[in-house]
């Protein structure tokens, strides 16, 4: 499913009415579209465009508020760009560039007091970029430890001088959009510079962790477009956290707390956090998804998504609910190829290989096959099971022409017979296709003795893996 939540956040509008125009001149361009883009997520998105005529004027302008943020303009043939900040209350901007070649310098921007602030910072970056990169590249050609000292020493020093420029500036306008972008990148320095041991290396991990939103204030809309925000909740979820399903959950509990009185952060953060989690990276976070979606989503919170969105996180929520990582597996209630009912809780084996599969599938035909020459090179001796499942009636001869001709007689090889289907849909419950996520085949989980979930849809080499290890701790 193509990004749910990346579409939500398009889509998201803000009912205040005020118009606003930006007035742009370049004159290198007489000609082609320009476009007014702001940062939104992971990408520039769109807000307005306009035709540039033969006097290199565009005008953008719409009947809503531009929201505080960093905006960008893009100039004809999309291969520059220029930003600027918005602030509160902006309705009107004149924005003047006279050469794309160094737009720090040709460029003047009014309206929108917040770049005066702006043009100074990068008017200073640009002073010191150069010569830091000097430094850099000098270090990096070194040929004695003295000029690579030297090097690194310059360098620091310049960092240092850009670091205080930063500092002073949050210190003497707080309050300005460019302070809070700044104080939004900052990163906590670290107690022990330079770990010896374990212990310090956790100690420091720790302090960053805890430490790692001081410069962010959740309450603060503008830094939402913002080129800096969206990387570092990515680096906190995918690097920070630890990523147990408790952890993850904990920690966007807490993001989305801080959050809740600034309707648009909070929304940001609810989407993020349910596209992040929608298919998750790692096998078992599935159960975030469920927890946003009992949580906040099934409570009605998120009522500005559309029809067809919520019904995509709901029907995904159902289809993961019930087999989460550690949770005792949904019985089935299958029979064989000659109709004896065979219950899964019934198999009585130290682990059971649960597999869903159809002989028309090639990737099944392929698998299976492998599947079982390591169970019975292995798995079978440790009193490991198998129970196969058919998913396709209509492929009732063919499924036992397989079994009979690969010989995987010892496995346990079962269906859902047309009696037992009519039976769970007359009683309104939910299918096995839903109860364990079948959307593709072959689908495999791994049981633990008392039928509860370990692992699931992994490949036959993960599974291998991890069944070789359970076997070896649970041995005395």
Sequence with gaps: MKSVITTALILLCFTAKSQYTVNLHTPQFDSGYAYLTYYYGKNMNVEDSALVDKKGNALFKKETPLQPGVYSIVFPGKSRSFDFLVGDNVTKMDIQVKDTNDLVLNSKVDGSPENALFQKYQEFIASKGPAMEHERSAYMQSKTTADSALHEKNYRELSQQLTNYREKLIEDEPNSMLAALLKSMKEPTLPIPYPKNRQDTLENYNY????????????DKRIIRSPFFVPKVERYFRQIV????????????????????????????????????????????????????????????????????????????????????????????????????????????????????????????QELPKLDSVFKAKWKKEGVAIYAVLTDNSHFKSWKTFIADHKLGDWTHVYETDAEKKKVEDAKLPSYRQLYDVIQTPTIYLLDKDKRIIAKKLTLEQMDELLDTKIKNSKP
């Excluded at 600034?262 to 956090?273: C, G, R």
């Excluded at 599935?286 to 029809?307: C, I, P, Q, R, T």
């Excluded at 004896?340 to 028309?360: A, G, H, M, R």
Aim: hydrophobic letters at 40%; charged letters at 20%; aromatic letters at 14%.
């Design 208 to 219: 960053y962790k805890k430490h790692y939103w001081d410069g962010v204030t959740f309450t």
């Design 242 to 365: 630890d990523q147990s399903p408790d952890s993850v959950i904990k920690a966007a509990d807490y993001l989305l707390l801080l959050s809740r009185t600034t309707p648009e952060m909070y929304k940001f953060l609810l989407n993020w956090l349910t596209d992040e989690y929608f298919n998750p990276k790692f096998m078992g976070q599935d159960a975030v998804f469920v927890h946003l979606f009992e949580k906040y989503h099934s409570k009605g919170v998120s009522n500005w998504l559309n029809e067809k969105q919520m019904k995509a996180i709901t029907d995904r929520a159902y289809m993961v609910m019930s087999n989460l990582i550690g949770k005792p597996a949904a019985p089935l209630l299958m029979a064989d190829s000659s109709g004896k009912e065979i219950p899964l809780y019934n198999i009585k084996s130290n682990f059971t290989v649960v597999v869903f599969w159809d002989p028309s599938c090639g990737h099944c035909q």
